[in-house]
Nanobody, 123 residues
Framework: QVQLVESGGGSVQSGGSLRLSCAAF????????MGWFRQTPGKEREGVAA???????SYADSVKGRFTISQDKAKNTLYLQMNSLKPEDTAMYYC?????????????????WGQGTQVTVSS
């Protein structure tokens, strides 16, 4: 059974940093693309960053230069380092796994989802 478990969310002031983790269970991690998505109430879920098994990455324009996605295949764990956080980064953050041909930010390409971890950035 595929399971994705996020952790590392919390509250931080503007300009601060957080590191999210996503532990993956129940499938061959290295054969999947992994992505981070976020959603705020009343808005559609949006792609933040994605990484494929070869380490190729994609980022939303809004987070380029501030967020870094990485993975530790030996630990079946995905990370999102978030620096220079802004109030508009406040959202529920989800990790996802799928098998698109490249690290897309299209959520429809991802089959498995975690429960999410809340990130709140105050001004």
């Amino acid at each position: 059974q595929v399971q994705l478990v996020e952790s590392g969310g919390g509250s931080v002031q503007s300009g601060g940093s957080l590191r999210l983790s996503c532990a993956a269970f129940g499938y061959t991690y290295s054969s999947y693309c992994m992505g981070w998505f976020r959603q705020t109430p009343g808005k559609e879920r949006e792609g933040v960053a994605a990484i494929d098994s070869d380490g190729r990455t994609s980022y939303a324009d809004s987070v380029k230069g501030r967020f870094t996605i990485s993975q530790d295949k030996a630990k079946n764990t995905l990370y999102l380092q978030m620096n220079s956080l802004k109030p508009e980064d406040t959202a529920m953050y989800y990790c996802a796994a799928g098998r698109p041909l490249w690290p897309t930010l299209n959520q429809n390409e991802y089959n498995y989802w975690g429960q999410g971890t809340q990130v709140t950035v105050s001004s």
